[in-house]
T-cell receptor, first 114, second 114 residues
């Protein structure tokens, strides 16, 4: 079984401040973890992924995420948020034993105010 | 440039009617997926295919069917539309079966069943 939790429905930050979007996962086995972003009326866009290796993963648009196995977390971070980062963010997990099918969290709406 | 397209982008139909949503990708990807997006649920997998003539049920497959006659297309059919199937539907594709590859998403189809 596999599942993802995004504990915050909404995150609000001021432009220029650090942005963190939280994600925790539950799997039996080694997870593959992904972050996607969705802008209004658009499909999801891939941001970054953790497969193996370095726990800190860097992705598109200045985002990064840290894989923490002991805390089963994969939080998304950006050091300095932009108004254009306002969007809906999804964390997703897959595992080999489930044919690598993705399970998505419910999503976190990020609003960056000018 | 390669892309994944969906049609129609918006559809209103009546309860009991059969509806088919089209998905076409020019990435030449083997894997294709259909998801529905509902508030509070994130994305849930409806059906997926790992190649021509291959189709599999996802977690919310009841009332839906797919067929894969070529690499490029995976149409989604609602056999007898129900109001519970009002949702936004996303098609996605990925290159390999390994789970290492991110999925590429179409722009979505907003379906309303009245």
């Amino acid at each position: 079984a596999q599942s993802v939790a995004q504990p915050e429905d909404q995150v609000n930050v001021a432009e220029g401040n650090p942005l963190t979007v939280k994600c925790t996962y539950s799997v039996s086995g080694n997870p593959y973890l992904f972050w996607y972003v969705q802008y209004p009326n658009r499909g999801l866009q891939f941001l970054l992924k953790y497969i193996t290796g370095d726990n800190l993963v860097k992705g598109s648009y200045g985002f990064e995420a840290e894989f923490n196995k002991s805390q089963t977390s994969f939080h998304l971070k950006k050091p300095s948020a932009l108004v254009s980062d306002s969007a809906l963010y999804f964390c997703a997990v897959s595992i080999r034993s489930n044919d690598y099918k993705l399970s998505f969290g419910a999503g976190t709406t990020v609003t960056v105010r000018a | 440039d390669a892309e994944i397209t969906q049609s129609p982008r918006h559809k209103i139909t009546e309860t009991g009617r059969q509806v088919t949503l089209a998905c076409h990708q020019t990435w030449n990807h083997n894997n294709m997926f259909w998801y529905r997006q509902d508030l509070g649920h994130g994305l849930r997998l409806i059906h997926y295919s790992y190649g021509v003539q291959d189709t599999n049920k996802g977690e919310v497959s009841d009332g839906y069917s797919v067929s894969r006659s070529n690499t490029e297309d995976l149409p989604l059919t609602l056999e007898s539309a129900a109001s519970s199937q009002t949702s936004v539907y996303f098609c996605a594709s990925s290159e390999s079966f390994s789970g290492l590859d991110e999925q590429y998403f179409g722009p979505g189809t907003r379906l309303t069943v009245t």
